[in-house]
């Protein structure tokens, strides 16, 4: 006690009552973690939400069923910034045995994820960089000489995808942090030859997507004009529909993917917006006119057509003497082709040998 009586009182034969080092450790390292600002504020209520509904469903679900349920529709919040976040602040307070072997399924399944994740992004980020790096050989052997440059890019304009956009995008924008957050101002610490590489690949990546976009996209909006008179007319058409099987049959055969996309995302945003007629004084024409484009689309860009086309054009090139290589954007995806393909060049190798022999 103090002079004046008053103060805590203590024990003199007990003494103060001290927290143990583990427990005073842990209650620092939850504090710290509550104290810290979520990883993505302006998503946090919704991600809090969904976490609160998704142990509710574990809950009532059989055990069985649990990595469905997370698989099918929390990937995205098992993969999200916050859910770190989350997991530290909900565990404070757990105190019953299935809950917390809730917590550890949902943790472990995010571990899983996010080491499948890295797996992707190193194999996708090796096949963007010897994309980068076949350009760089090819614009090296080929500097003098436009027109053999413009020959063998050809070959790598396949490959020119949104993912390798993304790629060069994400890659820009982490080198220039880095150099922004150099130490040192010389002018060796502040250059980077990557960079440069980096920002010329992706000038010519977007100019290629503008080309690609210019040639489809005029002659796309040419035919749903034509579709927009058969609403006024059905006389026209035939005459419609004869233009689009027209334009596709002048299409590149490995461009008709992306016409086919390029079609359903101008059907899908006029469908999907319902245009009123203070937005659109012809409202209800323009979409009429898709519904008409829509219903061909599907038909002279099926996947059967599509798939008989790039057969056509694999033969034509085949005839050349040259191969077309497209890989997949996703590779998991890309090797289990490979694999098929693979089973399928062995199996038509067993058959032509045992072609040859009596009784089979």
């Given at each position: ?174 080198e220039e942090k880095k150099l922004s957050s150099t130490i040192s101002t010389t002018q060796s610490a502040m250059h980077s030859d990557w960079l ?29 004009r034509f579709y927009q008179e058969a609403v006024n007319d059905v006389d026209n058409m035939p005459l419609a529909k004869e233009l689009l099987r ?87 995806i890309q090797a289990e082709m490979d694999t098929m393909k693979e089973l399928q060049r062995n199996r038509d190798r067993e058959g032509a040998v ?7």
């Amino acid at each position: 006690l103090r002079k004046d009586g008053k103060g805590p009182r203590m024990d003199l034969f007990e003494g103060p009552v001290r927290e143990s080092s583990a427990t005073s450790s842990l209650q620092r390292e939850v504090q710290a973690v509550t104290q810290q600002p979520a990883p993505d504020p302006t998503h946090l209520p919704i991600d809090t939400q969904r976490l609160d509904t998704l142990l509710t469903e574990l809950r009532r679900s059989a055990p069985e069923l649990h990595d469905r349920i997370l698989l099918d529709g929390y990937r995205d919040l098992l993969l999200s910034d916050n859910f770190l976040f989350l997991m530290q602040v909900a565990e404070r307070d757990v105190t019953d045995i299935q809950d917390r072997l809730l917590y550890r399924k949902l943790t472990d399944t995010a571990l899983q994820l996010l080491a499948d994740v890295g797996s992707l992004v190193r194999t996708e980020s090796v096949r963007h960089l010897q994309t980068i790096q076949d350009i760089c050989e090819v614009a090296a052997n080929f500097q003098q000489d436009e027109g053999a440059f413009l020959d063998r890019m050809e070959y790598l304009k396949p490959r020119f995808d949104t993912a390798l956009l993304a790629f060069l995008t994400h890659s820009i924008a982490e080198e220039e942090k880095k150099l922004s957050s150099t130490i040192s101002t010389t002018q060796s610490a502040m250059h980077s030859d990557w960079l440069q590489v980096l920002k010329v690949v992706k000038q010519g990546v977007m100019a290629e997507f503008e080309t690609r976009y210019d040639l489809l996209l005029e002659p796309l909006l040419l035919a749903v004009r034509f579709y927009q008179e058969a609403v006024n007319d059905v006389d026209n058409m035939p005459l419609a529909k004869e233009l689009l099987r027209r334009f596709i049959e002048v299409t590149p055969a490995i461009d008709l993917p992306f016409l086919k996309e390029l079609a359903s995302n101008m059907i899908d945003n006029v469908l999907s917006n319902q245009l009123t007629q203070q937005q659109l004084p012809n409202a209800e024409e323009v979409t009429a006119a898709m519904k008409l484009f829509q219903v061909d689309v599907n038909i002279l860009l099926s996947e059967e057509v599509l798939q008989l086309k790039m057969q056509q054009y694999e033969e034509e090139i085949a005839q050349q003497g040259k191969q077309l290589l497209i890989r997949h954007r996703n590779p998991v995806i890309q090797a289990e082709m490979d694999t098929m393909k693979e089973l399928q060049r062995n199996r038509d190798r067993e058959g032509a040998v045992g072609g040859f022999l009596p009784g089979f």
